[in-house]
């Protein structure tokens, strides 16, 4: 499944983010021996373990809700946070970043499904995030695109509508704040059972789980 994926995805450039959660070193390493570097994994104390424990050259990405307390944990090593959802987070991090003396890539975390369990900023909070006076005082972080999840539905007219609002939100933003930035050019969109949708609309990072590693129990 991994090569088919890998061969699907290579036209388009798009990125695949191998998700990780609840999978043991040994099922990891059997993607990474086929060349995978970049893991997904959504629990802070799973991803301190498997870092301290797997191959150094991976690149860990934290796809999962944050919580500011937990920042320090991950600071040392993680590759990209997508999950950014508040300045509050924002500023922990960019603090954290540079007391180990590192940037850290973020994706801003935006909610375009109709679930209202899920995290993320719409279009007005991530306005007020980046015109704060204090956003612009931050150096340690690097705001890369954004990221977002759809709803669970088969419907997959509601998911790639939600999968071009994001998109849309995406262009917006660049426009009106990173038009000059080298660094805002990601769009994380796409699971297991969506991602197809996600690349037609214009994702560059897909996080597949399930179909690489089997279901999680
Ligand atoms: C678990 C998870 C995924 C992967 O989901 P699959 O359906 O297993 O591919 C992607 N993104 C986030 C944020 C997740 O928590």
Redesign the pocket.
Known sequence: MYTQIKQELAPSGVRLIA?S?TKTNDQIMVLYNQGQRDF?E?RVQEVVEKHDTLPKDIHWHL??HLQTNKVKYIAPFISMVHSVDSLKLLAEIDKQAARNDRTIDCLLQFKIALEDTKYGLDLDTAHQLLTDPSFAALRHVRICGVMG?ATFTEDTAQVKSEFEQLTRIFNTLKETYFASSSYFTERSMG???DYPLAVEAGSTMV?????LFGSRS
């Open positions: 998700v959660k997904g959504n796809i999962g999840m699971m297991s059972d996080r597949i789980g399930t179909l």
